[in-house]
């Protein structure tokens, strides 16, 4: 896709609302409701499908992979299309993908819904990443791009234990169905607040494609795996981590998952903000908390006081990372930053794949549930090793230069 776009002048915002970025964030929370709530209903969907919980958690890597794919696909697809059609297409399909899954008889049915669902997930957030960067000056689009991810975080403090309730209380069907609702209200945001702006372009496949495999682009997304990694290892398994190591009752799992949608909220913020100083600053600073904070995890969980502490702070920092890292990977690749950012998120959903199986391994090996932010915290600290690796590497050309 045309990755070219028009930066918004200095001043050009001020005295007025962004409603943009809001119409791109009610999309993100659309997003962010479908892709977390299965996590805070896993036992429910597990016993409503009859499977057991690892089981289960396959819906959450399937649903993974499904933006892996969908992400260049969806977005070369609708590369015809301009920005606003688009985006508007992609939350059709989260709609109908959402309405699937409220219908499945049973397991498999409700895996390849959640299949559909996922296909819109990168190139939305891709494509929504160029849009949003393009309507404010060029200082301030990393705080820009946080801005639209804000929608996703506000999810998981309202959208997804509003639904986990709902599910818990009434059925995951009904959980899905209202999830849908949302993505109409999407469209007609996005249909509101964007501009119509001018038809896509078909792109030069073979030269985007070649941008993508610069090791600096690979050794950027390969952060992303990590980071993202790190904190489904855990988010997958929550409900039933809180249940085992806290002795979570089903009402404190709710306010567990609007705690770790506070931190996400603070994080995504907090991570905007020090993203426009420094990238690499940034990225360094919130894998490294995120790592010693998981390690930390099972002592402090062991308390109800403990975990409500230790979930706000571990939702900070495991959101603090995502707009860095996406931006770090929209520079890398500037020659193509539409396909490279859906990709990105594509990388992001690797690594929730990536979480949910080391997370479904330590349990599945008998390690206990202890031993599953462990696990997160070892692929924060791969992460960190690769922003190192990348900085040195430049560091090295910089010298040869």
Request: hydrophobic fraction near 55%; proline fraction near 4%.
């Amino acid at each position: 896709m045309n990755g070219s776009v028009s930066h918004a002048r200095p001043g050009d915002d001020a005295g007025r609302f962004n409603w943009p970025l809001l119409a791109l964030a009610v999309g993100a929370f659309g997003i962010g409701t479908t892709e977390f709530t299965p996590m805070g209903l896993l036992p429910v969907i597990a016993q409503g499908v009859d499977v057991s919980i690892p089981s289960a958690g396959l819906l959450i890597s399937a649903y993974a992979i499904g933006v892996m794919v969908g992400a260049p696909v969806m977005t070369l697809l609708f590369s015809r299309f301009g920005k606003r059609t688009a985006l508007m297409l992609l939350m059709a399909i989260f709609t109908v993908g959402n309405l699937l899954s409220a219908l499945a008889p049973g397991y498999t049915t409700l895996l390849l819904a959640r299949l559909v669902t996922s296909l819109n997930h990168g190139a939305f957030f891709g494509l929504g990443s160029i849009v949003a960067a393009s309507v404010v000056p060029r200082e301030k689009q990393a705080s820009a791009v946080a801005t639209m991810f804000m929608g996703l975080t506000i999810a998981n403090i309202g959208g997804v234990p509003a639904a986990t309730w709902i599910g818990q209380q009434i059925g995951w069907r009904m959980a899905f169905a209202g999830t849908a609702v949302l993505g109409v209200i999407a469209i007609a945001s996005l249909w509101l607040a964007l501009p119509r702006g001018e038809t896509g372009k078909v792109p030069d496949l073979r030269r985007e494609l070649g941008v993508l495999t610069h090791p600096t682009v690979l050794l950027a997304m390969a952060t992303t795996v990590m980071g993202a990694g790190a904190m489904f290892t855990l988010y997958t398994y929550v409900a039933p981590v809180l249940a085992d190591l806290t002795g979570a009752s089903d009402t404190f799992v709710t306010i567990g998952l609007v705690l770790i949608g506070v931190g996400f909220t603070i994080g995504n913020g907090l991570g905007g903000r020090l993203a426009d100083w420094s990238l690499d600053g940034a990225t360094k600073i919130f894998l490294a908390a995120l790592a010693v904070i998981m390690m930390a995890l099972p002592l402090v969980l062991a308390s109800h006081v403990g975990a409500a502490i230790g979930l706000l702070l571990w939702g900070a920092a495991t959101f603090a990372i995502v707009p860095p890292v996406q931006m770090r990977v929209m520079q890398a690749a500037a020659q193509a930053p539409g396909l490279a950012s859906s990709i990105n998120v594509g990388a992001f959903n690797l690594g929730n794949a990536l979480g949910a199986a080391v997370g479904g391994g330590v349990i599945s090996l008998g390690l206990g549930y202890a031993a599953v932010p462990v696990a997160g915290g070892v692929l924060a600290a791969a992460g960190l090793l690769l922003v190192m690796l990348g900085r040195t590497r430049a560091s090295l050309q910089s010298c040869e230069a």
